[in-house]
């Protein structure tokens, strides 16, 4: 099989193959990961060519989501990988509209060929997988150009990119400049999951979550009792990555946080 050709998003975040993808070749391409190879990371700081939203308004997310017409994603998976996190709670989560964020273009495709791949092997159920969906983008540039003020209840980074030297650290995901927007977009209430494998990176995303002062820690045993456990074992056991960490008898860290209300002083 021939590689695939590298088509450009439009502006609701779908690829063409996607919108034309035949059935039958949705279902086979689901197993076929080796068609989709792509380094592990991709530069943030890259121009790359995609074009985005102008707001939030301006996308018809009704295209991601057949039979959820008027509503918006509540979950965001930041960096979001082959999509194990997403495949994993979509049918936990019927009623909850759930988006990806990958800026590799073959890995992006393949999220979106799995998807479409899912509905349609699921056709028993009509509502099947058509709560989750995928966009290619930058969440580093333009996450705010996606979600509208305090539309998430929920927002993922897993295992990212551990950006190991110090003059690379300004990259990391999780970051002084970039936690401003992660709190403008996840409401009140909301919560922030993170997990690596990388010890330096669990304690930088600590410390900083930590000192911003619209998220406070909320640790694992609260989340359980909130009914939220099974998104954390999902957070733990769902990724690609986080398989790898098992299968290779590696430690993972989870730091949670709660998006928390600061009263304006008057």
Known sequence: MAKRKRDLPDQNGLLPQVRTLPIFTASLILVQKKFYRQRAHANPFSDHSLDYPASPGAIDWSQHYPGHEGKAPEFADVGCGFGGLLIALAPQFPDTLMLGLEIRVQVSQYVHDRIQAL???????????????IVRANAMKFLPNYFAKHSLSSLFFLFPDPHFKSRKHKARIISPTLLAEYAYVLRPGGIVYTITDVKDLHEWMKAHLTAFPLFEPVDEETLRSEGRGNIVDAVYHSTEEGKKVENNKGDKWLACFRRIEVPRAR
């Open 119 to 133: 509905r349609v092997t699921n056709g028993q159920d009509p509502t099947a997988y058509k709560n989750v969906s």
